[in-house]
């Protein structure tokens, strides 16, 4: 998990949240919905700004599509509301509401050619014929589809299926459009093309897109802000960078990229953590908890340094044994056995080429991490 | 996989020749040229001739081809609709209680619902007659179409209906553009089967009939207690080329559903 920290996206013209226009385009209240004894979302609430990439982050049969199939209607909630620019969507049945989805199999319909499966939704507004050709033939351009409005679905490939797709929804110029695992069917090559493809034509476009995905590093590129799910509840919801900089919470640091923990006490000078497998570590930042107060200190492997010798200073260090490697091409993930039994992950950039002195299995080896790179989790 | 041996090749000889050794003869026969139909005199197309002059026969056949006809039509919209409660609907009360009272009949032996429907008729004081026969085979063949259209919507990829719908088509809409076309095959060939159905029954109309409205199955029968006449080769083969021409259409059909129905998966 190799997410750069240090995000260097050109940030967008900043959600609402910051000037003028307060009130979100979507707004989501203690949404809740029960299947059987089951709870899919559970008292969940949700800001959504206009214009903003949201992404919707979770393992599979957290409630993420739930969420998605209760905004665009398909369901209806046991409690709470959805709210899309002030108006309660609650009576507003599927075909009324002025979002669209786009379903993870993409549901073309298979009798109708790409340029029929476009044109549905328009054709159902009832706008006249001319207009239709004109906004069909302007969005089958727009993702590059143009050569081939006279084929069926079962006559493309699953990339140009899913632009389909992708168009069948936009045409309808949607107040927010839902992507439910809308990559998860394309190759890994693809799948890269078409995350930039995605935020390209938001970008352009203007629109508000909610996406849902199993695929950290997709929400982390694609998305302004994540809101990770688990069991039907948000457990974070900010900016990647943040999720990843600053998680909320063990599981969502375990959940969102690679992570070492080390249980311990907050120390008296609420500048070090007391107590854990690997001794005293010392923290950069003051902890906001009592001393004494037991804490989790997450380290992410690749702010882990490994080495032969024993570092100069001897803080935040810790000797083991390697364990295993597993060699990724840009990186390596070292397993690393420590003195307790517990395994660390320490993550090494291959920049060198084949080295010479890189570690092998059953060296003994030092990790050490400066007092800046770890996280003091709470829960 | 697959062993062609003489055992196998043997056993589909036998199979088809039972099943269809009785129609070949029948067939051959419809063109004997001699009056008796055991002797074979030579090759001769007179009975089908004679067939054209003989006005009972072909009021019978136009009364069965009209019973046939609406009937079809009856069974397939009821059936219809039956399959789409039962597969759409889920589990609303007395489903299974709908579900095994639809599918009753495909078992019930033809000679009880014959009866228990001229019962009912007597009771309400029905005219037994052209109408009376439409409703019987609509009731015979209603449950051989939810059979073949349910199993196609269950194969049916409910997210189309759902992104008809979030496209903005309101549900009835969205029946007619999308449901109804794609599982029209399966449709077509429930058509075709009671149509078939009805065509070839003899004991469901004889009990339910009336003066004036002879089906050429029961035409048939009555003609040959009496002794086989040439005659009715001819019109036993000329119904067996039109009830074989439907099952095979309807089976073509059914196919081409099941390869289309398939939404092609990236």
Not at chain 1, 357 to 366: H, T, Y
Not at chain 2, 94 to 123: N, W
Not at chain 2, 177 to 186: D, E, F, G, Q, R
């Amino acid at each position: 998990m190799q997410i750069t920290g240090a995000k260097d996206r050109p940030t967008k013209s900043s959600p609402a949240s910051v000037d003028g226009n307060p009130r979100p385009l979507l707004r989501i209240e203690g949404l809740s919905k029960r299947f059987g004894s089951f709870m899919a979302v559970d008292r969940l609430s949700l800001d959504i700004h206009a214009g903003e990439f949201f992404a919707l982050l979770g393992p599979s049969g957290c409630g993420k599509t739930t969420l998605l199939r209760l905004i665009a209607g398909f369901e209806r909630p046991n409690a709470g509301r959805i709210v899309l620019d002030g108006v309660d969507l609650a009576p507003v049945p599927p075909y009324r509401r002025p979002v669209n989805m786009m379903f993870q199999s993409y549901a073309l319909f298979p009798h109708l050619t790409v340029e029929a499966n476009v044109a549905f939704g328009l054709k159902q507004e009832g706008l006249p014929r001319g207009e239709i050709a004109g906004r069909v033939a302007d969005m089958l351009a727009l993702v590059k589809l143009e050569s081939l409005g006279t084929r069926k679905p079962n006559e493309l490939s699953g990339g140009q299926r899913q632009r389909v797709a992708l168009a069948r929804c936009l045409v309808k110029r949607p107040r927010v459009l839902l992507l439910d695992e809308p990559l998860a069917a394309l190759d890994k090559k693809l799948r890269d093309l078409t995350r930039f493809e995605l935020m390209e034509l938001q970008r352009q476009l203007g629109l508000t897109f909610v996406i849902v995905t199993h695929d950290q590093s997709e929400a982390m590129i694609v998305a302004d802000r994540i809101g990770v799910m688990d069991r039907g509840r948000l457990m974070q919801v900010a900016a990647p960078d943040e999720i990843y900089e600053r998680p909320g919470s063990r599981w969502v640091a375990d959940f969102v990229g690679d992570i070492n923990l080390f249980e311990g006490r907050v120390g008296d000078d609420r500048l070090s953590v007391e107590g854990t497998a690997a001794g005293r570590l010392r923290i950069a930042a003051p902890i906001g908890a009592e001393p004494r107060t037991p804490v989790w200190v997450a380290v992410r492997p690749e702010r882990i340094r490994l080495s032969h010798d024993k570092p100069p200073n001897l803080e935040n260090c810790l000797a083991g044994t390697i364990v295993e490697i597993g060699y990724l091409g840009d990186v390596s993930i070292y397993q690393v056995r420590i003195a307790d039994g517990s395994r660390v992950k320490a993550a090494v950039a291959n920049t060198d080429g084949n080295g010479g002195d890189s570690p092998q299995p059953a060296d003994n080896v030092w990790l050490s991490f400066s007092p800046e790179a770890p996280i003091v989790l709470m829960r | 996989m697959r062993k062609v041996s003489i055992f196998n090749i043997f056993a589909i000889v036998l199979g088809i020749a039972f099943l269809y050794l009785p129609i070949v003869i029948l067939v051959i026969y419809s063109f004997n040229v001699s009056r008796l139909v055991a002797v074979w005199g030579g090759w001769s197309t007179r009975w089908y001739a004679e067939l054209a002059g003989d006005n009972e026969i072909l009021q019978a056949a136009f009364t069965s081809l009209r019973v046939a006809l609406v009937s079809a039509s009856a069974a397939t919209v009821l059936g219809t609709l039956a399959a789409v409660a039962l597969v759409r609907f889920g589990r609303f009360r007395g489903r299974l209680l709908f579900a095994s009272m639809i599918y009753a009949p495909l078992v019930m032996p033809e000679v009880i619902t014959g009866l228990s429907l001229l019962l009912l008729f007597v009771a309400v004081e029905v005219d037994r007659g052209f109408w009376t026969v439409v409703i019987a085979h609509t009731t015979m063949a209603m449950c051989f179409v939810t059979v073949i259209v349910q199993s196609r919507l269950v194969d049916f990829d409910i997210s189309l209906e759902e992104a008809a719908m979030d496209l903005g088509a309101p549900p009835l809409r969205t029946f007619l553009s999308i449901t109804l076309p794609l599982i029209l095959p399966a449709i077509v060939a429930a058509w075709m089967l009671a149509f078939a159905l009805s065509l070839d029954d003899l004991v469901v109309a004889s009990f339910t009939t009336g003066p004036g409205a002879t089906t050429l199955p029961i035409r048939i029968y009555s003609a040959v207690r009496l002794g086989v006449k040439p005659e009715i080769n001819a019109v036993c083969s000329i119904f067996v080329g039109i009830v074989g021409m439907t099952v095979l259409i309807a089976s073509l059909l059914a196919k081409l559903t099941g390869a289309r129905g398939t939404p092609a998966r990236p």
